[in-house]
Nanobody
């Protein structure tokens, strides 16, 4: 069984920064892509950023230039540095990884951007 533990969410003002972290534990043979998704109230869950095992990244257009995803393969962690946050970034953020063709999800962490 694989568990994902997220941390780092909170309430910030527009223009401020937050860093989300996610650590994987349990029986993991290998980890493929790691990603962050988010879901705002009344909206579908959407991909925010993805990183492959070799470090290739992909971002949603809405966060390009503001968010940076990174991973530490040895520690089995993935992080999301979020800068210049906007009210539209308010959502529950979910960590995701693929292992053996199976997707795993964290429990989600709330990010609220409000003045």
């Amino acid at each position: 069984q694989v568990q994902l533990a997220e941390s780092g969410g909170g309430l910030v003002q527009p223009g401020e920064s937050l860093r989300l972290s996610c650590a994987a534990s349990g029986s993991i043979f290998s980890i493929g892509a790691m990603a962050w998704y988010r879901q705002a109230p009344g909206k579908q869950r959407e991909l925010v950023a993805l990183i492959t095992p070799r470090g290739l990244t992909n971002y949603a257009d809405s966060v390009k230039g503001r968010f940076t995803i990174s991973r530490d393969n040895a520690k089995r962690t993935v992080a999301l540095q979020m800068n210049s946050l906007k009210p539209d970034d308010t959502a529950v953020y979910y960590c995701n990884l693929e292992s053996g063709g199976i997707p795993y999800w964290g429990q989600g962490t709330q990010v609220t951007v409000s003045s």
